[in-house]
């Protein structure tokens, strides 16, 4: 077998920084697509240390359990854990003898494995020992005959466990057994998933914590095994609090691998290359987390209740620039909303023809060529989308810095448009978010340098408006094959916090949708809002979606003037049916003249329980996604008028029809 590596030393071009207390890092087969040969070499290539083999794989392998060890030593990766056994107890002797010879087969497959850690899982059954004491003689029996056979049981307190079902029980019956060959496994799903308290952890005995499984997961009231089963993602991911956790777990003093085990229906079609780099971004993520809350840490100061923010990260400015993909069908449409909406064309590149709209220092360019490197790659040419998000920043190169430390290719701009031409390729960082996104990193000096290239003007240039204060927010579209790699990009390498996701029906289905914010220099939070497209589980064919889902918001001092100044411009806003400001006067103390002027306008409106306020109208629908959103928030709101999206979809099938 060979020698463990460090996460430095990682195979391939698979970089990343350590782990606190330079623990391993080891992941469960079961995580990824293909065969288990397609797995090892991915896992390998990722930069793992080590493996956990999943007993259905090595079942389905065409190679014996010796032949396999000297393959997965030859890719420089240990094999950790063998998992898992089940239903070891039982209130039946002679069940439980039959198991013990069971047992017994597995250390035989574990020697060839070259493997001394087997997973034992608490019992599901209604015929597994339900008396401590009876359990506590079982599981000794057990550890008995592995002690004689080099072999040590990890017993782990399933989240549906018949009697065992919480850690605390599993390391009371560890404690009370007293035995060296066995310990237990902590697993952060079986734990978290149950809303048990994981602070308990950092008083158990290091020496009796065997191995330790990590699973992120988004939050969900259904069934625990369902849940288990289908629903895990890895760290950074979901909405677990893998942070705290860990800290504990490290707070004990335990020193083996941290391992991940994700149960997960994409995961299971998706190209495991990608699911096993992203596995190993996500526990550098979780280190870095860790790490920095640390009592005495220099990686951070992070406060507690908010682990995500760490003082490594550079800062941004906020948005400065929007790129929509067009294609010629839809740019003169797309032009014309953007006109009406207070965004005047103010040049033309000769070279790309790509178009620049402004109001004041807000710049939105359009796309109208097909089959260029400016047109979005993953989305048809007769469907506008939002392919670039430029952001201002001091120090991009920090950027590119950062995004090589969670092994995020930085994207070179080697074409001409809004990139390098007098600013440099090297001072611009271009990160791929999804097949259809990206986010440039601009320096400072930068501002209006790359406008430079819309070298042909209007013949009649109208003078630039100043209707928005900055870009409220952003929404994007994924698919279920992008949609878990995006959320750690977005968490790991620009911090972005996660907010409670919702399902949101509306007139076409229920939308998964997820906000993320960012924090800047000016302290006006960068926010993304991103839907899941329930429709290209595959990761092909276009992301559609009737109503529309891609747009920007842009934010606005006077609600009731900016839509003003856009009626006058030509725009017709999205109609709201008579029917919405009904209900508008039912729910909120609203004045006669203020339901009036926001029926006359076509603006929705929502309040919190704080007293914030939020108002929002919209554009027609471009082509089958592509809309724009104009806000106005007062008051603290944090939300995005959620509540109005099932009328905003309705009235955009009704205005398309």
Not at 136 to 147: D, I, P, V, Y
Request: glycine share 8%.
């Amino acid at each position: 077998m060979s020698q463990a590596r460090t996460v430095q030393t990682a195979v391939d071009d698979a970089p990343g920084s350590a782990l606190p207390l330079d623990a391993r890092t080891s992941i469960a087969t079961v995580c990824l697509s293909g065969t288990l040969g397609d797995k090892l070499q991915a896992i390998a290539r990722a930069g793992f240390d080590g493996v956990e083999i999943f007993e259905p794989d090595l079942i389905a392998a065409p190679g014996r359990p010796a032949e396999l060890a000297r393959a997965t030593a030859d890719l420089g990766l240990t094999i950790d854990l063998y998992q898992p056994f089940r239903d070891l107890d039982s209130r039946d002797p002679d069940r439980f003898r039959r198991n013990l010879i069971r047992l017994e087969r597995k250390f035989d497959v574990m020697d060839d494995l070259g493997c001394d850690l087997l997973l034992v899982c608490s019992s599901p059954l209604a015929s597994a020992a339900c008396d401590d004491g009876l359990l506590a003689e079982q599981l000794a029996t057990a550890a008995r005959l592995a002690g004689t056979r080099g072999k040590r049981l990890a017993f782990e307190a399933l989240a549906w466990g018949h009697h065992v079902n919480d850690y605390r029980h599993a390391a009371a019956i560890v404690a009370a057994v007293d035995d060296p060959a066995l310990g237990t496994c902590l697993d952060s799903f079986h734990i978290l998933s149950r809303g048990d308290d994981p602070s308990g952890i950092a008083d158990l005995p290091a020496d009796s914590i065997f191995f330790l499984q990590l699973a992120d997961a988004p939050r969900m009231a259904m069934d625990l095994l369902q849940w288990s089963r289908h629903h895990r993602c890895l760290p950074g991911q979901g909405n677990f609090d893998l942070a705290s956790f860990t800290e504990h777990v490290v707070a004990a003093g335990y020193r083996g691998p941290w391992s991940l085990e994700v149960f997960s229906d994409v995961f299971r079609h998706a190209d495991p290359v990608r699911t096993a780099r992203d596995a190993h971004r996500s526990l550098r993520y979780l280190a870095e987390l860790v790490d920095a809350g640390r009592p005495g840490s220099s990686e951070g100061t992070a406060p507690q209740e908010d682990p995500e923010v760490e003082t490594q990260r550079p800062v941004t400015g906020g948005v400065v620039s929007i790129r929509v993909a067009a294609g010629p069908t839809s740019a003169p449409q797309l032009g014309e909303v953007l006109g009406a909406i207070g965004f005047d064309l103010s040049g033309v590149d000769s070279s790309t023809g790509l178009q620049l709209y402004r109001d004041a220092e807000l710049a939105v360019v359009v796309d109208p060529t097909v089959g260029t490197v400016w047109t979005s790659p993953g989305a048809p040419a007769d469907m506008p989308t939002i392919a670039q998000i430029g952001l201002r920043s001091a120090e991009p190169q920090a950027w590119a810095a950062r995004a090589a430390e969670f092994d995020v290719p930085v994207a070179p701009i080697a074409a001409p448009g809004p990139s390098s031409k007098h600013e440099g390729a090297g001072e611009v960082v271009r990160l791929d978010v999804t097949d259809t996104l990206a986010v440039d990193l601009r320096p400072a000096l930068s501002a209006g340098t790359w406008q430079r290239h819309f070298d042909l003007v209007p013949r009649e240039p109208a003078a630039v408006t100043s209707l928005y204060t900055g870009v409220d927010h952003i929404g994007i579209g994924m698919s279920p094959a992008d949609w878990e790699a995006a959320m750690l990009l977005l968490r790991s390498v620009f911090g972005m916090t996660v907010e409670e996701g919702l399902d949101v029906p509306d007139a076409v289905g229920t939308m998964r949708s997820q906000a993320l914010t960012s924090a800047t220099e000016s302290g006006e939070p960068i926010r993304l809002v991103a839907s899941l497209v329930p429709s290209r589980l595959d990761g092909r064919g276009p992301l559609r979606r009737r109503g529309g889902l891609t747009h920007a918001a842009f934010a606005c001092a006077d609600i009731i003037a900016t839509a003003r100044a856009c009626r006058s411009r030509g725009l017709i806003t999205l109609p709201i049916p008579e029917n919405y400001y009904d209900d508008l006067r039912a729910r909120f103390d609203l004045g006669a003249d203020r339901i009036d002027a926001l029926r006359r306008y076509d603006i929705l409106y929502d309040a919190d329980e704080t007293g914030g306020e939020f108002f929002h109208f919209f554009t027609p629908t471009i082509a089958d996604d592509l809309f724009f959103e104009v806000v106005c928030r007062r008051g603290g709101y944090r939300g995005y008028g959620e509540v109005n999206s099932p009328v905003r979809v309705a009235a955009a099938l009704a205005f398309d029809a």
